[in-house]
């Protein structure tokens, strides 16, 4: 009877299926790295701009509708390319869809970038009703 010698060690599928399965563990952290480093930026912009927003929509919603000669709103202000009060380095655009189920009540977003309008880092949506303070729309009439 001939005794089967035992051989220690791996064989070269073995080396290779082990360094295949390491790599695609590597690559699938390093993806991982880079998601959380690009929500990381994400959550920094927001922090930066949140203590800004809520005020920004107030000033919006109370001088965004240019009145006629009559003091009723007629036309949207255009927002484009203004800095953030409060936040250095950011700006916005406003841009208004109207047409939807009410006329009179238009869904507004606000773009939020750094440099270049294309390249928004945040967006915020609010309504913008058609409505005009009393006492901007008695200072209209009364010049």
Known sequence: ?????????????????????FLFGISALLGMFQIGGGFEGSARTHAEL????EP???QIREEAWLLDSFGQPSEL???????VPGV?????ALDVRTGGVDPDLPLAE??????????IEATVS??????VP???RLSATTR
């Open 88 to 92: 250095p380095g950011f700006r916005y």
């Open 77 to 83: 202000k255009v927002y484009f390319d203004e800095p």
């Open 1 to 21: 009877m001939i005794r089967a010698r035992r051989r220690a060690g791996f064989t070269i599928v073995e080396v290779l299926l082990a360094m295949g399965l």
């Open 126 to 131: 609010f309504l913008l009703p058609r409505r």
């Open 110 to 119: 606000l773009h939020f970038y750094r440099r270049d309008p294309e390249q």
């Open 50 to 53: 949140a203590p800004a927003i």
């Open 134 to 136: 009393t006492e901007r």
């Open 56 to 58: 920004l929509i107030e």
